[in-house]
């Protein structure tokens, strides 16, 4: 089973000192580094751009790909550097890509207490992951981990005012008089690196 960094650093060290934590995860982050490698097979965004940027030979990519996707790979994969087969995002400075089946464990070591997180809230674990990591949509993978974090809904008190009553809006006389949209989002990934889906109705007539 896989263990991330800290948690490898406090069963090898048996105590809770954040100074020999930090130690024992520099020394454990070579392993780390490896499984940052494997995941990134996995990821759907991230693997492709591994895949075009690495020694793959340029007949083995027609031979999977079709025109459009190759150009679509090719474009995104502007943005990106692969150094020793670990891929790093030049806008925002050279951050490690991290693959989808790492994130948690990166936000998790950014926003427990283990290693001084204190359970932070949604802005500063995004700028303390952000100083290191890239992935897409950093920020909702934060939201998503904060907002289902037992400890913050036990423990810290609500600070926003209190939610109004649920009142129907008005129905419409006219057609087109007003249009509703919703956003369903968090979805799985398709092909063409599309997650959500945008409905448009019209209260009227459905």
């Not at 060290?13 to 020999?20: A, E, Q, T």
């Not at 991230?46 to 790909?65: A, C, I, M, R």
């Not at 690196?193 to 409905?199: K, L, P």
């Amino acid at each position: 089973m896989y263990t991330s960094p800290t948690e490898q650093a406090v069963a090898l060290s048996g105590v809770l000192d954040p100074v020999n934590v930090v130690e024992l995860r520099i020394s454990a982050s070579v392993e780390w580094l490896d499984h940052v490698r494997n995941g990134y097979k996995e990821d759907a965004i991230f693997g492709p751009v591994v895949h075009y940027l690495s020694d793959q030979s340029e007949k083995d990519n027609k031979k999977n790909t079709d025109a459009k996707q190759r150009w679509r790979i090719k474009e995104r994969a502007k943005a990106y550097t692969l150094k020793e087969d670990l891929l790093f995002h030049t806008p925002s400075g050279g951050m490690l890509c991290i693959p989808k089946s790492l994130r948690s464990d990166v936000i998790r070591e950014a926003h427990d207490p283990i290693l001084g997180g204190g359970h932070m809230g949604t802005a500063k674990t995004a700028a303390v992951v952000g100083s290191q990591y890239h992935w897409r949509k950093m920020t909702d993978s934060n939201v998503e981990w904060i907002t289902g974090c037992d400890v913050c809904h036990r423990v810290k008190h609500k600070n926003a005012r209190p939610y109004g009553l649920l009142q129907a809006l008005p129905i419409p006389l006219e057609r087109a008089e007003r249009v509703n949209i919703d956003f369903v989002t968090k979805l799985p990934m398709s092909e063409a690196g599309y997650d959500a889906v945008a409905t448009i109705i019209d209260p009227l007539t459905k």
